[in-house]
C-alpha cells in the first residue's frame, strides 16, 4: 500500500522559512519523479518544483531564488525548504510522485493529503 504524508506546514510571519516533507512508503522511491504544488483558496493547484530521479531541479519563477527542493532517496523522503516567506506563498502544499512510460503517459500518480502553509504577520 502507498502512503505519501506531508508535514512541516504552519503559521509564519513574513520573511520567514519553513521546511517542508513529504515521507513515501511502499513505492520504488528512488526512481520516482518528484515534485511540490500549491493551491491557494480560489486557484487552481500550481506547480511549485519539481526534481527527477536523478536530481535535476525546476522551479517556479514565483518561488526561484527562495525555495529549495530536494530528495533523500535513501530516506524514502522529498523536502522543500521555504525561505523569504510572502503572504502570496499562503496555500494547501501537496507532495506528488509520479512514474511516466517511455511514451509521456503517466503509469502512477500518488499525492499527499495537504499541508497548510499560512504566512502572516
Known amino acids: 500500500q502507498v502512503q505519501v504524508v506531508e508535514s512541516g506546514g504552519g503559521l509564519v510571519q513574513p520573511g520567514g522559512s519553513l521546511r517542508l516533507s513529504c515521507a513515501a512508503s511502499?513505492?520504488?522511491?528512488?526512481?520516482?519523479?518528484l515534485a511540490w504544488y500549491c493551491q491557494a483558496p480560489g486557484k487552481e493547484r500550481e506547480l511549485v518544483a519539481q526534481?527527477?530521479?536523478?536530481?535535476?531541479?525546476d522551479y517556479s519563477d514565483s518561488v526561484k531564488g527562495r525555495f529549495t527542493i530536494s530528495r533523500d532517496d535513501a530516506k524514502n523522503t522529498l523536502r522543500l525548504e521555504m525561505k523569504s516567506l510572502k503572504p502570496e506563498d499562503t496555500a494547501v502544499y501537496y507532495c506528488?510522485?509520479?512514474?511516466?512510460?517511455?511514451?509521456?503517459?503517466?503509469?502512477?500518480?500518488?499525492w499527499g493529503q495537504g499541508t497548510q502553509v499560512t504566512v502572516s504577520s
Open positions: 526534481i527527477s530521479s536523478g536530481g535535476n531541479t
Open positions: 506528488n510522485m509520479y512514474r511516466e512510460g517511455r511514451d509521456g503517459r503517466l503509469l502512477y500518480d500518488h
Open positions: 511502499g513505492i520504488n522511491f528512488k526512481i520516482y519523479e
